[in-house]
Structures are given as structure tokens and as C-alpha cells.
């Protein structure tokens, strides 16, 4: 297993990339996974559902299963928000895995960045940035960039970027323990 993130400010397009990089991967037949985080409290489950009055009575694991997904939700409680390299372990075995978010964790990451959102770019203040996808030049690259429409090449680029599973949880383990 691979991983390379997808980092930026929110309104950049880092969901939209997605939505256009997965199929793009999974049609050259690789298995792809994705890690999102979000900033604010979020429900999958829907009120009034056997799996949601489970997890409203106090069950901490709800697996919901039928014969098209199965899905866990855990429920944290008073248990601290899980870190990236805990969120990484969770997954089953997949050919590569797109973090998107978790700018600020020291991952190597593809930096997704749009000039009329009027935010700052993460390149180069941050060291994990290693390519950036852009519909605008930065003063100073230093990495390799790409147009936010070049899928293809993004695609390319993020199967020969992404690093083991196995180094980026060593890598964001030693920067906790800093």
C-alpha cells in the first residue's frame, strides 16, 4: 500500500480532483482508498434507522452490513479525535491511498491550490508539499506543477510520488512524538 496526501485550503478543489483522479486510477486497475478529514462534526447514519437508535442507546461500534457495503462507524464519545497514522491502520489492503486534508500532518502531499479562492499557498512555508496543482503559477515552485484540468499527468504523478504505507506511519508517528 501507497499514500500521498491532497492538501489545501477548503474551496481549492481538492474533492473535485478526486472525484476526477479515482476513476482515472481504478480504470489503469488499481484498488484506491481515501482518508478525508473533516473539521466539523459529520453523521453518516440517518435518524430514525436500527443503526442509528444502536448508536443514539450507547453502542460504541455499529457494523452495518448487506450484500452491497458494510459499513462501522465508531463512535469517539470522550476519546480523542484519532490521529492520521491510527485512521491509516484502519484500512483493508488497497493499492494506494489519497489522504485529502490533514494539511498540516508532515506527509508527502500534492498541493491543491485555486488563485480566486484568495488563499495563501502551503508551498513552500511546508516541506511535505511535493508537487502542486494549480490554475495559477507560484512565485516559486521548486516542484513539480500541474494545471488543476491535467488530470492524466496528476495521475502519473501521484502513483510515482506516493511512499509505503509502512514509512508514512513511522514518519507521522516520530512527528507526534516531537
Same mark, same amino acid.
Given at each position: 500500500m501507497k499514500v500521498i496526501g491532497i492538501a489545501g485550503w477548503? &474551496?481549492? &478543489?481538492k474533492t473535485t480532483l478526486l472525484s476526477r483522479l479515482i476513476p482515472r486510477l481504478t480504470a489503469q486497475g488499481l484498488r484506491v482508498s481515501t482518508v478525508k478529514h473533516a473539521h466539523h462534526a459529520f453523521d453518516v447514519d440517518t435518524p430514525g434507522k436500527d443503526s442509528h437508535t444502536h448508536r443514539s442507546a450507547g453502542a460504541?461500534? +455499529?457494523? +452495518? &452490513?448487506?450484500? %452491497? %457495503?458494510?459499513a462501522l462507524m465508531h463512535e469517539l464519545r470522550e476519546e480523542r479525535e484519532p490521529v492520521l497514522a491510527d485512521l491509516l491502520g484502519l484500512l483493508s489492503p488497497v493499492d494506494l491511498v489519497l489522504v485529502e486534508g490533514f494539511k498540516h500532518e508532515p506527509h508527502a502531499k500534492l498541493e491543491v $491550490?485555486?488563485?480566486?479562492?484568495g488563499k495563501p499557498w502551503l508551498h513552500p512555508d511546508d516541506p511535505s508539499v511535493i508537487g502542486i496543482a494549480a490554475d495559477a503559477e507560484p512565485e516559486q515552485a521548486g516542484v513539480p506543477l500541474f $494545471?488543476?484540468?491535467d +488530470?492524466?499527468?496528476?495521475a502519473a504523478f501521484v502513483q510515482d510520488a506516493a511512499r509505503p504505507i509502512e514509512d508514512v506511519v513511522a514518519l507521522l508517528r516520530d512527528a507526534a512524538a516531537r
Open positions: 477548503s &474551496g481549492a &478543489g460504541t461500534e +455499529v457494523l +452495518v &452490513g448487506s450484500a %452491497r %457495503r458494510w $491550490h485555486r488563485a480566486a479562492n $494545471h488543476l484540468d +488530470v492524466e499527468a496528476i
